[in-house]
């Protein structure tokens, strides 16, 4: 493979050098930098890919992609000067991999909350109904069957580009993609065909990253302005951003919702522990995920499926077989029927959501306990927003750790504080160490009461200092309640 062959749709702004040389492979860690690779110079958050221009030289990349001329020229190598090298990454990644999003039918989902869900049970659905599927997820990727782990919700576009082929070796024919702000905005999504887009929702999330909630807001909208129109987008019109991200694209436009007018159209009938009787365009189905915030995936679901050629009858069938994401309103009932709920809320307007379903199926006979912590070096105005609703909505609340990554734990629960009002103070306790949190709500709790832990789901880690330690708040959970009846 030469240069020139991955270079289509790169805008470049001037060429220092052959284009017609031989390459290895593409890379923007200058430390993974072998001899020939294309070394793309990336301006990130932390450092500037500019600065590692030599180190890549000295292990022998032979192109260089940059926004600016380094001021030494080595004669020899190959300078492409672009405009945004994030965009040129996203064509040159797909180019080198011979454009694999063509080859299978991708639909990329956006929102605050339910991308998860929504992506992990689209691949579940289509399995069940007998297709080869991909999975690009926060949780995990999956290529058809065959697991590999994940690091971003949206991953770079090497990576993202290096699994649509690996589908491609397998026949995939459905790749269903979780797409951050943070991943459009960094243009990772960028030279990939769409068949389809899906809104969720929007809420407070990634201020820490986004100047503004608008600029989030305009951010995840780009996303439908840049679909095609043989792409289709299905926004929740019930959210009051939902109209907005239909407003410029070209792609088919539908909606959903449970409160409006859509062309796919819910109603919950009953909502139990045990699941969901829902009414979808007209039809009955009983399901096992449970919550309002369950039946808005669920139609995003429905839709979906219906939009790429699955029979509507039969979607409904699939639906009703479905099973629940890991840390997504996960739960477990011990043996003196106390039931704990591990869910991965860590938004305000998804703790409100999740807090809500609960107050909507129990009895108020029973306490609710909440165990709850925020996020180091993320978007702190967030913190007191969550303990106000945790502990309005809950008959106690344990405020803890969550990964305080590099920031003193210590700060954020006093951040959190901050947002207890006076009646609630009597019922709200902050402990630091988070086993320790739910080993006390588990103490608390009586038989029939309900404990939630919040904001790490399906996580397996605690990231403290810039190291992982192994955290599972299912396992912890499970192991405390068991310890308690022996």
């Known amino acids: 493979m030469t240069l020139k062959d991955i270079l289509y ?3 470049i702004e001037a060429v220092k050098g052959s284009t017609d040389v031989a390459i290895g492979k593409i890379e923007f860690d200058s430390r ?3 001899l020939n690779d294309v070394f793309v110079a990336i301006r990130g958050t932390i450092s500037n890919g500019h600065d590692f221009i030599e180190k890549a030289l000295n292990q022998g990349a032979a192109v260089i992609v940059c926004d600016t001329f380094p001021e030494i020229i080595v004669n020899g190598v190959t300078y ?37 869900t929504i992506a ?24 058809d069957e065959e697991e590999f782990p994940a690091t971003h919700t949206t991953p770079d576009s090497l990576t993202i580009n290096y699994y649509l082929a690996e589908m491609n070796k397998v026949g995939v024919e459905f790749c269903f993609m979780e797409v951050s702000s943070h991943g459009i905005h960094q243009k990772r999504t960028e030279g990939l065909i769409f068949s389809g887009g899906i809104f969720t929702n929007l809420s407070h999330d990634h201020l820490d990253y986004h100047s503004s909630f608008s600029e989030y807001r305009d951010v995840k909208k780009s996303f439908f302005d ?33 409160k409006s007018y859509a062309d796919y159209k819910a109603s919950i009938l009953e909502n139990q522990l045990s699941g969901l009787l829902l009414k979808i365009n007209g039809n009955e189905v009983w399901v096992k995920l449970i919550g309002t915030f369950n039946a808005y995936n669920l139609l995003a679901i429905y ?33 003196d029927k106390i039931t704990a709920i591990v869910d991965y809320a860590h938004t305000p307007d998804a703790l409100e959501n999740v807090l809500g379903t609960i107050n909507d199926i129990r009895t108020k006979n029973e306490q609710l306990i909440t165990v709850v912590g925020c996020g180091g070096n993320r978007d702190k105005t967030k913190r007191p927003i969550m303990a106000n609703i945790a502990s309005n909505l809950s008959n106690k609340v344990i405020l803890t750790s969550d990964n305080p990554r590099d920031e003193d734990p210590t700060d954020i629960l006093v951040d959190m504080e901050k947002g207890v009002e006076p009646q609630n103070q009597r019922k709200t306790l902050s402990i630091l160490d988070r086993k320790q949190a739910i080993k006390v709500a588990c103490q608390l709790a009586k038989p029939n009461d309900i404990i939630l832990i919040a904001g790490k789901g399906h996580e397996t880690y605690q990231e403290i200092k810039g ?20």
């Open 80 to 116: 492409i000067q672009v405009k945004d090298t994030n965009l040129a990454l996203a064509f040159l990644a797909s180019n080198y991999y011979n454009n694999p999003s063509q080859n299978l039918k991708l639909v990329g989902i956006t929102g605050t909350n339910g991308k998860t």
């Open 467 to 486: 190291v992982r330690h192994h955290f599972d708040d299912m396992e912890t959970v499970k192991e405390l309640l068991e310890e308690r009846n022996q």
């Open 120 to 143: 992990s049970l689209l691949y579940q659905l289509f399995k069940k109904a007998g297709y080869k599927v991909g999975l690009l997820s926060t949780v995990k990727i999956l290529v």
């Open 32 to 34: 993974k930098i072998e």
């Open 226 to 258: 840049h679909l095609p129109k043989t792409a289709f987008v299905l926004t929740n019109i019930d959210d009051k951003n939902g109209t907005l991200m239909l407003q410029n694209t070209r792609a088919k436009k539908l909606t959903y919702a449970l």
């Open 9 to 11: 749709k790169v805008s």
């Open 303 to 335: 839709g979906t499926a219906v939009e790429l050629g699955l029979d509507s009858l039969e979607v409904l069938r699939l639906l009703s077989e479905l099973e629940s994401v890991s840390g997504r309103f996960q739960f477990i009932v011990s043996n």
